[in-house]
Nanobody, 121 residues
Framework: QVQLVESGGGLVQAGGSLRLSCAASGTIGTINSMVWDRQAPGNRREWVAGITSEGSTNYADSVKGRFTVSRDNAKNTVYLQMNGLKPEDTGVYYC???????????????WGQGTQVTVSS
């Protein structure tokens, strides 16, 4: 089994910061890319940021310059540092890891349960 658990969400005023974490656990062999998505009420889920196993990063235009994605491979954890938060950043943030289990050469996508981020104006 492989599990991803997000943490770090909460309520913050506009302009504030939060740091989200997503820890992968279980029978993990190799973690390839990890990404963060979010979903606001009534909206479709949208991609926010991603990081490869080598540490290359990409961001949605809406968060570029404000959010930073990083990972600690020793801890099987990915982070999302969110600065300059805006009310439109409100939503449930999900992480996804593309992971091969121990002894397997096949990669599958695993999702966390999400963590709520609410930014007040």
């Amino acid at each position: 089994q492989v599990q991803l658990v997000e943490s770090g969400g909460g309520l913050v005023q506009a302009g504030g910061s939060l740091r989200l974490s997503c820890a992968a656990s279980g029978t993990i062999g190799t973690i390839n890319s990890m990404v963060w998505d979010r979903q606001a009420p009534g909206n479709r889920r949208e991609w926010v940021a991603g990081i490869t196993s080598e540490g290359s990063t990409n961001y949605a235009d809406s968060v570029k310059g404000r959010f930073t994605v990083s990972r600690d491979n020793a801890k099987n954890t990915v982070y999302l540092q969110m600065n300059g938060l805006k009310p439109e950043d409100t939503g449930v943030y999900y992480c996804k890891g593309t992971i091969a289990r121990k002894g397997s050469a096949f990669f599958y996508d695993y999702w966390g349960q999400g963590t709520q981020v609410t930014v007040s104006s």
